[in-house]
């Protein structure tokens, strides 16, 4: 830190009285050049008093008050570094001539021409792959088993907006409705999310205006069903946060900064809730470069320092495999590239020790589940890569009826290895055990258990009926009791969930698609659909409206066909939803 230099102040310090080294041999204040310069000469000197004198020419190059584009451009490019010394030879530099006017008869009065805000130049950016919060973040959590030891030592920064009133209740709506629909298993959901990792986004916004920009058009976008007008506000930071972000990135290395990625992923949750048929979308562009930013973080960091936001990554990716909309590309490349992150990194806050913090009440429950629900995704991403790879083949149509029935039994044999993990899985001890008393569970073990129940129940469904067109009818009736019970479950689930008002929690909207199209009980495929229409209403974006016109439109063709065949079974939902434009790339969003 640089000792404040008095122009009063004798040249020696007290504690350099009689010391030829620390003799103040250096030139008056005003010509040094540098910032270890003005340092040693400050440590000679004693301390002293110093006033700051402004006027309006002071701010005339800050971004906000000047149209100067070079200006501007300054104020986008958080990458750019600054310190006291160049602030001040670039303020020397341009204005050369309004310096030399400058009155230079006392050698130690040093006249800033150009105030300049280095809080400005940050980047929300770090080199410890392990450290859950970024340096620029107002908040530390420290880590113990008590949950009132997990302190947040001071809230983050309001982010500096544009218009307060209205950012302030964009910030409200991405806290209260956003978030917990994106990651509803986190504590402190219904008081006040004070540990919750959306801190992380609002503190790195404050230091990158496109994460900023990103957040502002998905909240937004979130209230556009309320109110049609906010649709265009949330268009206009979306078109805001690109150029933002592109100017921000000045070579390949910034494209691994924390900002970055923070906002490549709201982006992406952006395109997703506001895909519309027949409209071009960029979702699957984002999945791409996020998928491109994690591998760099690997090799610039050696690891990765948000790895729940890779673990949500995986999901969402996971959820266009199982619709049939994407092609499982960020989830299949971490999979062959061991980078999905093990479950002890899921859930935030992080601890000093990089892993998830467990609170005394979760020990006994939360590690087993959190490996449940960890090897549960890993089996349905394999089974949804599966499927892809099946119905792809376009040469199983083609061949003759004996090659066909092989085939189809190297499938099947195939799907079995993956239907007996799940099930060995669900009849391990501490399974049984934690299901025996579900309401006993605390708010993040009773939540990520029953994704990890659904998504097993989703998967042993699918796998039955979905790997490729027509597979149902190709399925032993052996398995019609399992396919029947597990519809049952996912639909008591999902109606014991919105009972306790939990329609945040968006990884059940897909299991109840998946219930309602095997369900051959019409009392249960009604319900299907109306517990996604009681989903629908609380939705970020669009895709739960079209998941259920989608099911409405699949029940239409299963009727269509039961009448002119006498069996429904050959419909395949993804034809379906394909011919009626009601394509889905996530199903709760």
């Known amino acids: 830190m640089l000792t404040p230099y008095s122009a009063t102040s004798p040249s020696m310090t007290e504690a350099s009285t009689g010391s030829a080294a620390a003799a103040d041999d250096l030139p008056p204040f005003a010509s040094l050049t540098t910032d270890e310069e003005r340092e040693r000469k400050a440590e000679r000197s004693s301390p002293g008093t110093y006033n700051v004198v402004v006027n309006q020419d002071s701010f005339q190059h800050l971004p906000e008050y000047n149209d100067d584009v070079e200006s501007r451009k300054e104020f986008l490019s958080p990458l750019r570094r600054g310190s006291v010394a160049t602030s001040l030879t670039s303020s020397l530099g341009r204005d050369s001539s309004a310096d030399a006017k400058q009155p230079r008869e006392d050698p130690n009065v040093v006249v800033l021409p150009r105030f300049e805000d280095i809080s400005r130049r940050g980047t929300f950016s770090s080199n410890n792959p392990r450290s859950p919060l ?61 540990r919750s990792s959306v801190n992380v986004l609002e503190a790195a916004a404050n230091v ?36 933002a972000l592109q100017n921000s990135l000045r070579s390949p290395e910034d494209l691994s900064s924390d900002g970055a990625f923070l906002t490549h992923f709201l982006l992406l949750v952006y395109e997703i809730a506001a895909a519309e048929a027949g409209h071009s979308n960029l979702w699957s562009q984002h999945l791409s470069t996020l998928l491109r930013i994690a591998l760099l973080r690997r090799e610039v960091f050696g ?49 000093v020790d990089g892993s998830s913090v467990v609170y ?98 989703s998967c042993i469904i699918y796998s039955h009926t979905s790997m490729w067109p027509g597979q149902r009818l190709e399925t032993s009736p052996d398995y019609n009791t399992e396919i029947a019970v597990a519809s049952n479950q996912i639909l008591n689930m999902t109606r014991k969930a919105l009972a306790e008002d939990r329609s945040d929690c968006r990884y059940l909207v897909m299991p109840c698609f998946i219930a309602g199209f095997a369900s051959t009980d019409g009392t249960h495929r009604m319900q299907a659909l109306d517990l996604i229409r009681n989903m629908e209403k609380a939705s970020i974006g669009r895709n739960t409206a079209v998941t259920r016109r989608a099911l409405a439109a699949v029940y239409e063709r299963q009727n269509e066909q039961f009448m002119n065949t006498g069996q429904s079974l050959d419909v395949d939902w993804m034809e379906v939803m394909q011919e009626q434009g009601l394509a889905v790339v996530n199903f709760g969003l």
């Open 134 to 194: 970024s340096p620029t973040a107002k908040h530390t959590i420290i880590k113990d088993e008590d949950p009132e030891e997990a302190i947040l030592m001071e809230e983050p920064e309001v982010i500096d907006a544009r218009d307060p009133t209205q950012d302030a209740r964009y910030l409200h709506q991405i806290r209260h409705v956003v978030w917990k629909q994106l990651v509803p298993a986190e504590p402190d959901q219904r008081d006040g999310m004070a």
């Open 208 to 243: 990158f205006a496109p994460l900023y920009h990103a957040m502002m058009a998905v909240a937004a976008l979130s209230l556009s069903s309320q109110n049609e007008n906010e649709r265009l506000a949330a268009l206009q930071h979306y078109q805001q946060a690109l150029p």
């Open 303 to 351: 690891g990765e320092r948000f790895p729940y936001v890779v673990w949500w990554i995986c999901n969402i990716d996971l959820d266009a495999l199982f619709s049939g909309a994407g092609t499982g590309e960020f989830i299949g490349s971490m999979l062959n590239n061991d980078m999905i992150p093990p479950p002890s990194f899921h859930l935030y806050p992080l601890g």
């Open 360 to 457: 005394s009440d979760e020990v006994d429950t939360l590690p087993t589940i959190l490996q449940l629900d960890y090897e549960v995704t890993i089996i349905a991403a394999r089974l949804a890569l599966l499927a892809q790879e099946f119905r792809h083949d376009s040469g199983f149509d083609n061949p003759g009826l004996m090659q066909k029935e092989q085939v189809t039994r190297i499938r099947q044999s195939q799907v079995f290895e993956l239907q007996e993990a799940l099930r060995q899985l669900w009849a391990a001890p501490g399974v049984i055990m934690i299901a025996h008393d579900l309401d006993a569970l605390p708010d993040r073990s009773k939540q990520l258990y029953e994704h990890a129940a659904t998504l097993y129940r």
